[in-house]
């Protein structure tokens, strides 16, 4: 029973994840996250490492562009995640990303933030679309269950402008460099690893599976 007490209490902490929808790695690692969520009963909050505060609302060139590194890259994606992998169609150019984060902080402040971010996601790397536009945003809104119209008017407004730039310099301060980067408990993992990994990382802290727990 005190195992089980400690197990629950440590599941309890904030699992975060610090992304970028314009993050190949970001996209694929959310099956990981996903799992972890449904075997071990967590609760992950998606937050913003902005990659690329550089790039204007417009977009603007991908960097180093070289052919033979993205086709290596897409590769080993189709190894680690050949579902996703099958379906991405990699932009031509770089997405200013600061207005996806300004809406999932909305979605988070309405308790969407996990269907949201799914759906920016697929609208970026499955369908094609600028995700810096209002429209794909709004449209990820609706389908997510939020109401697009409170969210164009709070976008429009720049109601969560302020609260999402305290999460990017939070990410910041807190010396986050890769992407994606995992705060797992106590542990950080920086960059895209196996599923395997991070859960080693939950249960060297006592954080138990589901099913483990519920057999107690």
Known sequence: METK???????EVPVVVFADFVCPWSYIVQDNIDRLAK?????PQWKPHWLHPEVPPEGGPVHGSNNERRAAMHEWMKELSPERAARMRPPDRLQFSFLAFEALTY???????MPFKSGVFEALWVEGKDIAKV???LEAANNAGLDSEDLGRCLHEGTYRQRTLDYVQAAQRAGITKTPTMILGRTMIPGYHYYEVMQTALEKQGVLPNHIEDSK
């Open 5 to 11: 007490a400690v197990a629950n209490r440590i599941g």
């Open 107 to 113: 979605a988070e402040q309405n308790e969407k933030a």
């Open 135 to 137: 429209e794909t945003l």
């Open 39 to 43: 075997e071990y009963g967590l609760k």
